[in-house]
């Protein structure tokens, strides 16, 4: 192990430590931070029951399914928009407008229209992911040497070949970029739709945790919210790296 | 001359700029004849013109007058292929996945140009770097790789846009050797543009020789000389400076006009 790897361990079973010494010393309360065994315990438990997985699994559907939507949508409708100057213009409106609302402040609209399952949880889910990914699509696409696509035409290439072979892998480092912060506002926009109209999901069961003053459940929620967080990161540096290998940093 | 393979007559360009429309001239009444096979230099001061041509002959730019004719139809095929100054090479693909660009969108049977990739990859002297990204590669090696792609279309004509300029001199002057031999071994037409005086009579066979924006042919000059060929040969200087003169006229009037 290096140096700098010892320095993180160590400050981290330091605090959890320093942490789980002052709960059974009696010197914090774990109404309100439960110590970091009491939190396992919570997560062995949950587990086992089948509680946890369950949550997961609701929730990772919901997470997924808006996830792939929004990146699709985002990334044709950014490759077209950064290429196609009428697309952009007819975009523009919409992507200014919607671009700086709270995702979240569009949920109980979408309620409204799609009821109060699943759908309007992932609608809400898909529009935030959109958004950020149709962005840096955009970007993308506009950071291409522009005499990358004179050569493409140069030899040969027709409009969809460029398309296919210079503007979609020149935008890819973008893309990426976008579906990163997608996947951040994908964990977050499935919790605060879990917290109304649902009896399911990772999302409903920390709040009803701290409904019921479950601390320590409200604590094994959060943990398995990180775990997924870094999950997602891993993946989509993982792909990334296989998509991208020439961006090799 | 009945080897002719490409007849301007009277070609002009008018760029407009940007939003107020202003307009440009760039090249005024260009007459040239090229010659199947020859190695033609345009040599002219820094913004006559001479990118604006090569565009107009690759068919990237329409002229805004006069017209321009291969005297080869062949079947509608691309008689051109060009290598930029910056390389334009595909930063997301390898050495040998850049040099199949172009029989790829072509739809040329994989196994065809993969064998024909190869060829041009020892041709360029590029063995042994078939897989790695351009971003590994030396300034050199990428023009490298930008020659063997351009060639990978088979076209007829080949059209440079200052190929070297933004080489080392050492480099410089072991890839002018290289583009000159692979211009005798693949009897390839070249159109090469340069604003270097020792370039053009290292590589010429004919020069021509620009005037200041709107770009003019301004005088050809033949090099009948041996190559290889040395700048410190007599008949050499004699051109060098016989060129150096019609250019320094010129020079004089673009720094005139930028005044
Ligand atoms: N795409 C373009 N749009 C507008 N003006 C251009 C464009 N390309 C070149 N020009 C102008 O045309 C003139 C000739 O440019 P260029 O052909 O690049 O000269 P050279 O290659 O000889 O340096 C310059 O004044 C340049 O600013
Ligand atoms: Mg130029």
Avoid at chain 1, 199 to 228: I, N, P, R, Y
Avoid at chain 2, 58 to 79: H, I, M, N, Q, T
Avoid at chain 2, 189 to 198: A, K, R
Avoid at chain 2, 203 to 216: E, S
Wanted: proline share 5%; with cysteine.
């Amino acid at each position: 192990m290096t140096r700098s790897t010892l320095r993180k361990v160590g400050s981290a079973l330091f605090i959890l430590v320093v942490w789980q010494v002052l709960v059974q010393t009696g010197n914090l309360n774990e109404l309100f931070l439960p110590a970091p065994l009491s939190v396992l315990g919570a997560i062995w438990t949950m587990t086992l029951s089948g509680k946890l997985p369950w949550a997961i699994l609701v929730s990772l559907n919901r997470v997924v399914q808006g996830f792939v939507y929004g990146a699709l949508v985002g990334i044709v409708l950014g490759l077209l928009a950064g290429a196609i100057r009428w697309v952009e213009d007819v975009l523009d409106p919409w992507v200014a407008a919607v671009y700086p609302i709270p995702k979240s402040a569009l949920f109980p609209l979408f309620m409204l229209w799609f009821g109060l399952g699943d759908p309007s949880k992932i609608v809400t889910i898909t529009v935030g992911v959109l958004f950020l990914v149709l962005v840096n699509t955009v970007t993308g696409v506009k950071s291409i040497n522009p005499l990358l696509l004179k050569a493409a035409v140069d030899l040969g290439a027709s409009r969809f070949q460029v398309f296919l072979k210079v503007i979609l892998p020149g935008a890819l480092p973008n893309i990426f970029t976008g579906l990163r912060l997608g996947a951040g506002m994908a964990l977050i926009l499935v919790f605060i739709t879990e917290i109304e109209a649902t009896k399911a999901g990772l999302g409903f069961l920390l709040w009803e945790s701290f409904q019921l003053l479950e601390t320590k459940d409200v604590f094994a929620g959060v943990v398995m919210f990180g775990v997924l967080g870094v999950a997602s990161t891993w993946f989509l540096q993982w792909l990334e790296r296989v998509s991208c290998p020439w961006a090799r940093r | 001359m009945d080897t002719r393979l490409l007849e301007l007559r009277d070609v002009t360009k008018i760029w407009s700029i940007g939003r107020t429309g202003e307009q440009v001239p760039a090249l005024s009444s260009i007459d040239l004849d090229v010659a199947r096979g020859e190695f033609l230099i345009l040599l002219g001061p820094s913004g006559c013109g001479k990118s604006t041509l090569l565009q107009i002959i690759a068919g990237l730019e329409a002229p805004s007058g006069g017209r321009l004719r291969f005297l080869r139809g062949d079947g509608g095929r691309k008689l051109t292929s060009m290598v930029f100054q910056e390389y334009a090479l595909f930063p997301w693909r390898t050495v040998l996945e850049n040099v199949v660009f172009g029989p790829e969108v072509r739809k040329v049977p994989r196994a065809t140009r993969d064998v024909e990739a190869q060829r041009l990859v020892e041709l360029v002297k590029l063995r042994g770097f078939e897989h790695r990204y351009p971003h590994e590669l030396s300034g050199g090696m990428r023009q490298r790789v930008a020659l063997a792609r351009a060639l990978a279309n088979d076209p007829e004509i080949l059209l440079f846009d200052e190929p070297l300029a933004a080489l080392d001199a050492q480099t410089r002057r072991v890839l002018q050797d290289e583009l000159a031999r692979i211009w005798a071994e693949t009897g390839k037409t070249f159109i090469y543009v340069t604003h270097s005086l020792q370039e053009a009579v290292l590589l010429g066979g004919r020069i021509v020789v620009m005037t200041a924006r709107p770009g003019r042919v301004k005088e050809i000059i033949d090099v009948r000389l041996p190559r290889p060929r040395s700048l410190t040969g007599r008949q050499e200087a004699e051109i060098l400076e016989r060129l150096d003169e019609l250019l320094r006229d010129e020079v004089k009037r673009t720094m005139e006009s930028e005044r």
